[in-house]
Structure formats: C-alpha cells, structure tokens
C-alpha cells in the first residue's frame, strides 16, 4: 500500500553478544541498520503516563515501524534528529492485514544517556 504520509531513516544499532571477556562479561557489537519510513511522533501525555508507571521511563518519542519489518527494537539503541533514544517495554504490533497505512507496530523510546 502506498500511503502520503511518509516516514524518515532511522538509525537501529542491534546488540549482539559475540562472547564474554575474562571476567564472565559479555562482549557485544553493534550491527548498524537503517530503517526507512519510520513515523516518528512525540509520545501522547497517555503514553508518557502509561510509560512512566510501568517502567519508571518516560517515553518522549514513541516509532511506527513499518510493516514487514523483522527487526529486534527493545531495548536498542536508535538513532533520528541527530540524537540517540533508546527503545524500552515491549512492541505494541497490530495484525497487517487490518490496518490501513503502511505502519503495524510502535516502539516507545527515551532519551540515549550512554
């Protein structure tokens, strides 16, 4: 489906161990993904509400990610508007046949401290 609205790249770096080091500590690496047409759309007062007494993390963005998208988002590392966010709580994903526009999942993100 083709739709007006249009989405922006966005930047997912998906953790992946590769190891532990000598201390039993895992050793990750970041493989860089860039994934197009993601609405990005600050988190509704609910959502900041809803977020904050579940998990103690205020969503300040909250991601639809385009359908067909197989890619892991808790818990990442993303990137968009020059800062980095990081996805957190689980993905809200609806049924594709169901939804209109080109979008099935949405992804709540905070402000990247790391």
């Given at each position: 489906?083709?739709?007006?609205?249009?989405?922006?790249?966005?930047?997912?770096?998906?953790?992946q161990q590769i190891g532990v080091d000598a201390f039993?500590?895992?050793?990750?690496?970041?493989?860089?993904?860039?994934?197009?047409?993601?609405?990005?759309?600050?988190?509704?007062?609910?959502?900041?509400?809803?977020?904050?007494?579940?998990?103690?993390?205020?969503?300040?963005?909250?991601?639809?990610?385009?359908?067909?998208?197989?890619?892991?988002?808790?818990?990442?590392?993303?990137?968009?508007?020059?800062?980095?966010?990081?996805?957190?709580?689980?993905?809200?994903?609806?049924?594709?046949?169901?939804?209109?526009?080109?979008?099935?999942?949405?992804?709540?993100?905070?402000?990247?401290?790391?």
């Amino acid at each position: 489906m083709t739709s007006v609205i249009k989405g922006i790249p966005v930047i997912l770096y998906e953790e992946q161990q590769i190891g532990v080091d000598a201390f039993n500590q895992p050793i990750n690496v970041y493989e860089k993904k860039v994934v197009s047409n993601v609405l990005v759309y600050p988190s509704t007062p609910e959502e900041i509400v809803t977020s904050t007494e579940l998990s103690g993390k205020k969503a300040v963005y909250t991601l639809a990610i385009p359908k067909g998208d197989a890619n892991f988002w808790e818990g990442q590392r993303v990137r968009f508007f020059g800062a980095d966010w990081k996805a957190f709580g689980f993905s809200i994903m609806g049924i594709e046949d169901n939804i209109p526009l080109d979008w099935n999942k949405k992804v709540m993100v905070e402000r990247y401290a790391g």
